[in-house]
């Protein structure tokens, strides 16, 4: 089973978005480290999928304030959102399933998508943050 390690290829140039992924990878890797008992198992699953939805929540909110483009926010949000309904569906499944599918996913996203936002930042200036 693999673990998540973030590199800078996953950053994002943002440094609060790319915190709250390296806390997100640390929270999934939790998971796998605590797998074997169920306490802890539904305890660790909580927590990542509590901060996932802070996390998309907070970076909707952030490509929002900037004035990031109507049709990619709305597509963006959308991944988001089917996102955690697969993850909420998965869950009858075994955990492994959901943990592939879960890293499978947030790597391609953080690497195709959130990549977008930063790139958008810097052809606005840095100043759009403010
Ligand atoms: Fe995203
Ligand atoms: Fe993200």
């Known amino acids: 089973m693999e673990t998540l390690v973030w590199s800078e290829k996953f950053s994002v140039h943002i440094e609060e978005i790319d915190n709250q992924h390296k806390k ?3 929270l999934y890797n939790r998971v796998h480290l605590f797998a074997e008992d169920e306490h802890d198992k539904k305890r660790t699953l909580k927590s990542l999928m509590d901060y996932a939805s802070f996390h998309f929540a907070d970076e909707e909110k952030m490509m929002f304030s900037v004035g ?26 075994p955990l492994w399933t959901m943990l592939d599918y879960f890293r499978e996913w947030l790597l391609l996203h953080v690497l195709a998508e959130d990549t977008k936002i930063g790139r ?5 200036g840095a100043s759009a943050l403010n």
């Open 24 to 26: 997100l990878f640390d």
């Open 68 to 93: 990031y483009p109507e049709p990619e926010f709305q597509r963006h949000k959308k991944q988001h959102k089917l996102f955690v309904e697969r993850i909420v569906q998965l869950q009858s499944e």
């Open 120 to 124: 958008f930042l810097e052809g606005r």
